[in-house]
Nanobody
């Protein structure tokens, strides 16, 4: 059973930075991607970034491109989301999720595993 522990969230001023971590356990295959998804209060969940575990190929949503970077450390079974130049609209709970290869990143209902999330709050 795949499980995630997200960490690194907190309160930061606009223009600041945070680095989120997603530590995974129970992995049995590398044929998946790790995605970061966020949900702001009163809004639907939104894809933020993804990384293919086996190759390191990444994809960043247009809303955060140029500010956020996704990376991984295979030895630690951990994915990261480096968030720079944060804006108040980035305020949300950020979730780590596992998605099988071949599933469109936009199909959030098909995601296989979810972490509990970590709160990111950006003040103005």
């Amino acid at each position: 059973q795949l499980q995630f522990v997200e960490s690194g969230g907190g309160l930061v001023q606009a223009g600041g930075s945070l680095r989120l971590s997603c530590a995974a356990s129970g992995l049995t295959s590398s044929t998946y991607r790790i995605h970061w998804v966020r949900q702001a209060p009163g809004k639907e969940r939104e894809f933020v970034a993804g990384i293919r575990w086996s190759s390191g190929v990444t994809f960043i949503s247009d809303s955060v491109k140029g500010r956020f970077t996704i990376s991984k450390d295979n030895a630690k079974n951990t994915a990261y989301l480096q968030m720079n130049n944060l804006k108040p609209e980035d305020t949300a709970v950020y979730y780590c999720a596992a998605v099988r290869l071949g599933i469109p990143y936009t199909d959030l209902s098909a995601y296989n595993y979810w972490g509990q999330g970590t709160q990111v709050t950006v003040s103005s």
